[in-house]
Nanobody, 124 residues
Framework: QVRLVESGGGLVQAGGSLRLSCAAS????????VGWFRQRPGKEREFVSG????????KDADSVKGRFTISINNAKSTVYLQMNSLTPEDKAVYYC?????????????????WGQGTQVTVSS
């Protein structure tokens, strides 16, 4: 059974950076996609960024393009989300999610495994 564990959230000032980690375990990931989602206060959960484990193909939401970068460390079975130029609008609980196909999906219902979430707070 796949397990995803996020870490790296915290409090940062506007303009600052954080790197979130999603440690994966429980299977081989040659045909697997991981997405980062976030839920801002009072809003629906939304897609942030995704990556295909097998070929490294990436997809980003328009709101984070040029600021957030998703990557994989295969040796550590970990997916990272590097977040730069953070603004108060990025404050949210961030979740990583996985699905057993190499195709990235932007709809959260397409993912069957979720981490517990990590809080990101950006002060102005």
């Amino acid at each position: 059974q796949v397990r995803l564990v996020e870490s790296g959230g915290g409090l940062v000032q506007a303009g600052g950076s954080l790197r979130l980690s999603c440690a994966a375990s429980g299977r081989t990931f040659n045909r697997y996609a991981v997405g980062w989602f976030r839920q801002r206060p009072g809003k629906e959960r939304e897609f942030v960024s995704g990556i295909s484990w097998s070929d490294g193909l990436k997809k980003d939401a328009d709101s984070v393009k040029g600021r957030f970068t998703i990557s994989i460390n295969n040796a550590k079975s970990t997916v990272y989300l590097q977040m730069n130029s953070l603004t108060p609008e990025d404050k949210a609980v961030y979740y990583c999610a996985g699905r057993g196909t190499s195709l990235i999906a932007t709809n959260d219902v397409a993912y069957d495994t979720w981490g517990q979430g990590t809080q990101v707070t950006v002060s102005s």
